[in-house]
């Protein structure tokens, strides 16, 4: 499986970014998509989740309310929406994929894009 992050910019306080991750080779309806985030000097961070098949999401507390992840199944895409954006969302955003039995534990995913970075000025 290959991941292909984008979306990635300088986007000023309060304003909206959306990332894509398009997913291509053995993909699988199994898999959960996940965004997550590295900001300097920080560990990687869980973002957000979506099931590929069915659809259920899950946010991490950070983002919960402002962020929205999305999936288009005819393009194997999917998106993350931030709206209300915070200097403390600057990080780099990687997506990953896998059939991890936590979803928010990143070593249990094994494919993940190269990443895109955000930056939030304030």
């Known amino acids: 499986v290959q991941l292909q992050a984008s979306g990635g910019g300088l986007v000023q306080a309060g304003g909206s970014l959306r990332l894509s991750c398009a997913a291509s080779g053995r993909t699988s309806s199994r898999y959960v998509i996940s965004w997550f985030r590295q900001a300097p000097g920080k560990e990687r961070e869980f973002v957000a989740a979506?099931?590929?098949?069915?659809?259920?999401?899950y946010y991490g507390d950070s983002v919960k309310g402002r962020f929205t992840i999305s999936r288009d199944n005819a393009k194997n895409t999917v998106s993350l929406q931030m709206n209300s954006l915070k200097s403390e969302d600057t990080a780099v955003y990687y997506c990953?994929?896998?059939?991890?039995?936590?979803?928010?534990?990143?070593?249990?995913?094994?494919?993940w894009g190269q990443g895109t970075k955000v930056t939030v000025s304030s």
């Open positions: 979506i099931m590929w098949s069915g659809g259920s999401t």
């Open positions: 990953a994929a896998d059939q991890p039995q936590t979803v928010i534990v990143e070593s249990l995913y094994k494919y």
